[in-house]
């Protein structure tokens, strides 16, 4: 080992670096004065070929930022809703951890997604409960031939995404994830996919925090970071600049269908490449003084916490103000021995109504809005530029697109909504909405983010009013 170059074995005391040391990183910098890429969030102003349209800001100049995190199988009704009033609610046992966040999130009870349910097409609900979560649309049932629909995710990420480096951010926390036909006959992207650019084209998420981080900021030590991610955004360029000389060649002496298979692969590439200028206008790139999260942890908490760290990061750094995260796609059969519960959580899901299998549901329900707790905690604990945290100038969609897991319904969603939105929110409630689809609630979203003319989405009837 003493044989090494010396290069060589300080890159492999960096990544042996462990989690915990990341986090004390994290902390160190949780505890900085605002970011200057945060300054008056007005990125765009001074950016050369900035496309014009919403900026995604409050009153007060900050950035505004949105979220969507999805959690599997559904949840325990009867332990799920709080009891009470719209202010003097009492939360249940399994959002009980929220309860130092109350005056930060709104619980919205009342809210659909009708395509979610069985049609002419029959089984499959875990597949369309992930699908339709964020797009509001029926999806195809094939296993080769996907089609869905945008997601609102995508759709803000188009209006708002020219003000920061990345236009979205797409995180899981499924380490492997499956191909060709999934649930009852759907393709998997259905499944391991809750973001979509288009109807056949899903936003693969990045389940390694490790990756994030370098596509964030760049690899290497800190310090070194900055200049890794120009040399690695020259090499994309460089090979970008290849592929499209010689497809300019090709072009010449392909028929009619190649030249139209051609043309849709250089759309992407021409994207690729967009997306690498818009980096580039933005300059010098805000580098956290951590290390390098040293990949995916083994212990399933700690990997959500990671990623959640992940999501705070590009926020704090402005580095994207649209973002999702998939805990576990539907139909999960994860155990949670960390809890005593070793069965299959999509097992248990199916409860027949049996008692003490409800309560090991309703644990892991209770355990996965721990993990969101913590998330909301120190969202709470960075100022933003104007003063605020970061939680009060977000949006934060928690829910999943199955209601009872047991029955496999798709009405009154459990679906909670965190941030103040920058004060265009108002948080601190419980309120039943009776009924209307979850793509209302959306296009409320959109409204805040500065999104103007969007007067549907998937199958929405109208704004959710009252939020």
Not at 279 to 294: I, S
Not at 349 to 374: G, L, M, P, T
């Amino acid at each position: 080992m003493n044989s090494l170059p010396p290069a060589t074995r300080a890159a492999q005391r960096h990544l042996s670096l462990s989690r915990r040391h990341f986090l004390r990183g994290l902390g160190a910098c949780v505890a900085l004065p605002t970011l200057a890429s945060l300054n008056s969030g007005s990125a765009s102003a001074a950016l050369p070929g900035a496309t014009t349209g919403a900026t995604a800001t409050t009153a007060s100049g900050a950035p505004l930022r949105t979220a969507f995190v999805y959690f599997p199988n559904g949840a325990i009704p009867s332990a799920w809703w709080p009891t009470g009033g719209t202010t003097d609610f009492v939360l249940s046992r399994t959002l009980a951890p929220l309860e130092p966040h109350r005056k930060d999130i709104q619980i919205l009870a009342g809210l659909d997604h009708k395509n979610a349910y069985p049609g002419p097409d029959g089984g499959g609900d875990h597949a369309r409960a992930n699908g339709t979560f964020l797009t509001g649309v029926r999806m195809k049932k094939s296993a080769t031939e996907i089609r869905a629909g945008i997601s609102i995710d995508q759709v803000l990420a188009r209006e708002v995404g020219h003000v920061t480096r990345y236009p979205s951010l797409e995180l899981t926390c499924d380490a492997s994830r499956k191909t060709g036909g999934c649930d009852s006959g759907y393709s998997c992207a259905y499944q391991y996919n809750i973001s979509w650019s288009g109807p056949t084209s899903p936003m693969t998420p990045e389940g390694n925090p490790r990756q994030v981080f370098e596509r964030l900021f760049g690899t290497g030590s800190p310090g070194e970071r900055a200049a890794s991610l120009a040399r690695r955004q020259q090499e994309q360029r460089s090979v970008l600049d290849f592929v499209l000389d010689d497809a300019r060649r090709m072009q010449r002496r392909l028929g009619r269908d190649d030249h139209d298979k051609l043309e849709q692969y250089l759309t992407g590439v021409r994207e690729l490449e967009q997306r690498i200028e818009r980096a580039e206008r933005f300059g010098t790139v805000q580098d956290p003084a951590m290390p390098t999260p040293p990949g995916i942890p083994a212990e399933y908490a700690e990997y959500i916490q990671v990623m959640f760290d992940m999501m705070l990061l590009a926020f704090q750094t402005d580095s994207t103000r649209v973002a999702s995260l998939l805990l576990a796609h539907d139909g999960s059969n994860r155990s949670f021995g960390e809890i005593g519960v070793y069965e299959g959580h999509h097992d248990l899901s199916h409860h027949q109504n049996k008692a003490d299998v409800i309560q090991k549901v309703s644990e892991i329900d209770r355990w996965y809005v721990q993990q969101f707790a913590r998330f909301l905690e120190r969202m709470g604990q960075v100022k933003d530029s104007d003063g605020q945290s970061l939680l009060h100038n977000s949006m934060i969609v928690y829910g999943g697109g199955n209601a009872d897991g047991n029955r496999h319904t798709h009405s009154n969603l459990p679906i909670l909504l965190a941030g103040s939105g920058g004060g265009t929110l108002t948080p601190g409630r419980f309120v039943d909405h009776k009924s209307q689809p979850t793509t209302n609630l959306f296009l409320s979203l959109t409204d805040r983010m500065g999104v103007q003319g969007l007067t549907r989405f998937g199958d929405s009837s109208g704004r959710l009013v009252g939020v």
